[in-house]
């Protein structure tokens, strides 16, 4: 439609809107006949406001006449409802938008993906040295050397934390990185065993029931380490669970009283998935006086494996923030 032709078409309907809104007006005038004169009015209103909406809608800027549907029924309803005054409300913000615009935002931003973890660039970062050294070792994509080098500097990690790695780079396409993963894992083991095998001698010469209390509790102590670093799979791992737990029974069987061997004979029975008994020795390390906020962890876990998940709510709630260590505050937050 031509500009001259928009014009016409504005003007005569704003005549058109002119007369109905005189209509409307004076039939409010008018005593009441057979028809309702309020219900008239609204009529003749709505009417007067399509043709205010046709006459405003052909005066506004291009920009702001689409969609053609929607503005013509915005500008329907403000000159309906508020006579007059809608449409040139409408009218002189839109003219005002238009010379006056705001300022564009600049074409050279714009929305990016969200960058993708890249493990052969994690050699290039320079905090968290222990995740770090890991999932370099983990990439084989990294040279030879670096994976190396990562292998070397893990070695002062506790066994605990690498355990895991370690076993897996046992199949590493790389031979020297495959014999210093069984080197460390075999000196760790080795180490422990040996302990191991002098605390036996000890204890099959001693008739002390003092000193065979002290070794026998070392001894569980020292199985439960096999356990603890990850040391031990399969059938061995059974065997050593039940041989930490003999000995840790055998020790309070001359000291009851001992309250981290409860706690031991607990996490040991967590590891066979006893979770009944564990609640049980743990309870009891509880009433011997160990220290309770060590102890919630472990009973939780208890819990949880009984299915009794309000407990574990409630164990973990009573730890608080502050009061829980940097690993466990999101398992924390969860559940309270």
């Known amino acids: 439609m031509s500009k001259t032709l928009s014009f016409i078409v504005g003007a005569l ?55 053609r549907a929607l503005s013509l029924l915005f500008l329907w309803l403000a000159c309906t409802f508020v006579p007059l005054f809608g449409g040139l409300v409408v009218l002189s913000s839109c003219i005002w938008a238009a010379l006056f615009p705001a300022s564009k935002d600049s074409d050279q931003l714009a929305d990016v993906p969200r960058p993708e973890f890249v493990t052969y660039l994690v050699s290039r970062v320079s905090h968290g040295g222990g995740a770090r050294l890991q999932a370099r070792l983990a990439n084989t994509q990294v040279s030879p050397t670096d994976r190396l080098s990562a292998l070397v500097a893990i070695q002062s990690m506790p066994t605990r934390t690498t355990g895991t790695l370690l076993r897996e780079l046992l199949a590493d396409p790389l031979e020297d ?23 036996s001698k000890a204890l099959e010469v001693t008739g002390n029931d003092t000193e065979r209390h002290a070794l026998n509790r070392m001894l569980a102590e020292l199985y439960f380490e096999l356990v603890y670093q990850n040391l031990v799979q399969g059938a061995v791992y059974r065997h ?22 409860w706690l031991i004979r607990g996490r040991l029975a967590l590891a066979n998935a006893l979770p009944d008994a564990a609640h049980e020795y743990i309870a009891h390390a509880l009433e011997l006086g160990f220290p309770r906020e060590r102890l919630v962890p472990w009973l939780a876990e208890a819990d949880f494996l009984r299915g009794d998940y309000a407990r574990v709510s409630q164990l973990l709630a009573s730890l608080g923030n502050a009061a829980a260590l940097p690993t466990l505050k999101p398992v924390v937050k969860y559940w309270s």
């Open 240 to 261: 050593t669970l039940q041989q930490a737990d003999r000995y840790a029974q055998t020790a309070l069987e001359t000291d009851p009283t001992d309250a981290a061997l």
């Open 13 to 67: 309907a704003a005549v058109v809107a002119v007369i109905v809104q005189y209509l409307a007006i004076a039939s409010l005038l008018q005593p009441a006949g057979a028809t309702d004169p309020l219900l008239r009015f609204f009529a003749l209103q709505a009417l007067a406001g399509l043709a205010e909406a046709v006459a405003f809608r052909s005066w506004l800027p291009l920009n702001y006449r689409e969609p």
């Open 177 to 199: 990185i495959r014999l210093i993963a069984y080197g460390t894992l075999d000196h760790a083991e080795n180490e422990i065993m040996q302990k191991i095998f002098r605390t």
